[in-house]
């Protein structure tokens, strides 16, 4: 998905025939990855990489209860 955001993860959920609250995205970007889908009502897991660009980052802090860090890609597996 080129642009990610809230109006394109709709269309993906309409595309893909599901709701909201059954797309899960696991990312590295809180501001494109995971902020737009939590918006829409999905689930959002991030997986911090070492390095952030200056445009993806975010001042404050997530407070969803369909929000998850984890340290590295296997500790996905206990959300699923």
Same mark, same amino acid.
């Given at each position: 998905? $080129?642009? =990610?955001? /809230?109006?394109?993860?709709?269309?993906? *959920?309409?595309?893909?025939?599901?709701?909201?609250?059954?797309?899960?995205?696991?990312g590295? $970007?809180? =501001?494109? /990855?995971?902020?737009?889908?939590?918006? *829409?009502?999905?689930?959002g897991?991030?997986v911090?990489?070492?390095i952030?660009?200056?445009?993806?980052?975010?001042?404050?802090?997530?407070?969803?209860?369909?929000?998850?860090?984890?340290?590295?890609?296997?500790?996905?597996?206990?959300?699923?």
């Amino acid at each position: 998905m $080129s642009e =990610k955001d /809230d109006a394109n993860y709709l269309k993906l *959920i309409k595309h893909l025939d599901i709701q909201p609250n059954e797309l899960m995205m696991i990312g590295n $970007s809180l =501001k494109s /990855d995971i902020l737009p889908v939590l918006n *829409i009502g999905g689930y959002g897991v991030h997986v911090p990489y070492h390095i952030t660009w200056a445009h993806e980052q975010i001042e404050h802090t997530i407070n969803n209860e369909r929000f998850k860090t984890v340290i590295g890609i296997k500790d996905i597996l206990e959300f699923l």
